[in-house]
């Protein structure tokens, strides 16, 4: 199990392109950096929420900024490497899962979709409420779950299996995660734009979670 929960900004200023930010202990003797690498219509709000969800995930609050006429998206893009704590030097963790939850809508026109790379399988339910995409992103071939619907669910539901994705790494100390929307249309601008809360656990027993698992 990886626990996010401390943090320290590393470099830049707070939400902008390149900054990093530090988790301390992560599990015993590694932290993680967290650098936002890419966005798109998007800022950040919160890094990781603790009022909400799992104390325990890597939990950001963005703020996403789509045009009148749908068809648009925005996301946030940060890549992940895992380093012997206090220091740079990464160090691979053999293997383990990351959970992206509560993958929804907001009842109205936006639809939201997560990406990964540097994954080597993936789980959901059968009955999944999310479509899949293999996309090439970050120089690999990268994996992508969207919303097949503008539905939602309250707050960051943790039991919500067929709105969630389990994710399988295999010795890696470096992996990306897009936390974004897809617009079906509506408003623009900053001053109605939407926040999302996205929540990423790296519980590895919430695999044991699925009511009827499918595994790709």
Excluded at 92 to 113: F, H
Aim: aromatic fraction near 12%.
């Amino acid at each position: 199990e990886l626990i996010f929960d401390d943090w320290n900004r590393e470099s830049g200023t707070f939400g902008g392109l390149q900054s990093s930010y530090r988790f301390t202990e992560v599990t015993d003797g590694v932290d993680a950096i967290v650098t936002i690498v890419d966005m798109r219509n998007a800022r950040l709000v919160s890094l990781d929420l603790g009022n909400t969800g799992a104390w325990n995930a890597f939990q950001p609050q963005v703020e996403m900024r789509t045009q009148r006429y749908g068809g648009t998206s925005a996301y946030m893009d940060f890549q992940f490497t895992f380093v012997i704590g206090g220091t740079t030097t990464p160090i691979d963790l053999g293997n383990w899962t990351a959970t992206a939850i509560d993958i929804d809508g907001d009842d109205y026109r936006l639809r939201e979709v997560v990406v990964f790379g540097g994954a080597t399988a993936y789980t959901t339910e059968s009955s999944s409420k999310l479509s899949t995409l293999i996309l090439n992103l970050w120089g690999e071939t990268s994996y992508g779950f969207m919303a097949k619907r503008v539905d939602t669910e309250d707050g960051i539901s943790v039991t919500a299996t067929a709105h969630m994705v389990s994710m399988e790494f295999e010795n890696a100390h470096t992996f990306y995660y897009r936390a974004g929307v897809v617009d079906n249309g509506g408003s623009s601008g900053w001053s109605d734009a939407p926040d999302r809360m996205f929540s990423l656990n790296f519980t590895p027993c919430l695999i044991e979670s699925y009511v009827n698992p499918r595994r790709e």
